[in-house]
């Protein structure tokens, strides 16, 4: 079936230092890519998203590029700061039903050291 | 609403006893979905409703499982006779329509099976 790929599962940074988390997705009709931030005991927010008839996207300090041809897209994260430390999902949506459906990767746990 | 609601925040139940589980979508939204959340791990897609009929419920787990929606609006996850794998975070979200796959989710019920 359709899979979604992230890495790494954990990641810890130094404030100030930047991060990255990346994903690999399998169905090549996917074209809506989100990128949500889960805070512990809190629900998945959605901090920026990308459609496949862009590469990249910036909002402040993250931002997120894709590449169609390689089926992966990544988050960046700039400047890290003590309050990005969260566990962060990607997504890929497919066709499915008639429906558009998202499939999330497994998260990746960031942790921001002061 | 101003944002998807779910209750109860936290449910507690023993072993073979059935739960219901609620979600209210943001008002208007047609599309609604329930994922389930072990501990440490991603979102694993349960149902999807489009409007009250769900033309997705591949991802429920097994004949325990149940939901249903009434209205086009709130919808209610059931659980028979619950095991202590059941034990986990479930999330519902919901969407504009089903052709926006951007999804807002609620905080979650917080299921413990002892």
């Known amino acids: 079936g359709e899979n979604v790929e992230q890495h790494p599962s954990t990641l810890s940074v130094q404030e100030g230092d930047s991060a990255v988390i990346k994903c690999t997705y399998s169905?090549?009709?996917?074209?809506?890519f989100p990128w949500y931030k889960q805070e512990l005991g809190k629900r998945p927010q959605l901090i920026i998203d990308?459609?496949?008839?862009?590469g990249e996207k910036k909002d402040q300090r993250i931002a997120v590029t894709l590449n169609k041809t390689a089926k992966h897209f990544s988050l960046h994260i700039t400047e890290t700061q003590p309050e990005d430390s969260a566990v962060y999902f990607c997504?890929?949506?497919?066709?499915?039903?008639?429906?558009?459906?998202?499939?999330f990767g497994a998260g990746t746990r960031l942790a921001v050291h002061p | 609403g101003a944002g998807v609601s779910q209750s109860p925040s936290n449910k507690v139940t023993e072993k073979g006893k059935d739960v219901e589980l609620r979600c209210d979508p943001i008002s208007g939204h047609t599309a609604l979905y329930w994922y389930r959340q072990s501990l440490g791990q991603g979102l694993e897609f349960l149902i999807y409703f489009q409007g009250n009929s769900a033309p997705d419920k591949s991802g429920l787990p097994s004949d325990r499982f149940s939901a249903e929606r009434t209205g086009g609006s709130v919808s209610t996850l059931t659980i028979q006779r619950t095991q202590q794998e059941d034990s986990a975070v479930y999330l519902c979200?919901?969407?504009?329509?089903?052709?926006?796959?951007?999804?807002?989710f609620g905080a979650g019920t917080r299921l413990s099976v002892l």
């Open positions: 990308i459609r496949s008839n862009v």
């Open positions: 997504a890929a949506s497919i066709l499915s039903g008639g429906y558009n459906k998202l499939i």
């Open positions: 979200a919901s969407s504009p329509r089903t052709t926006e796959v951007i999804q807002y």
């Open positions: 169905d090549s009709a996917s074209n809506y």
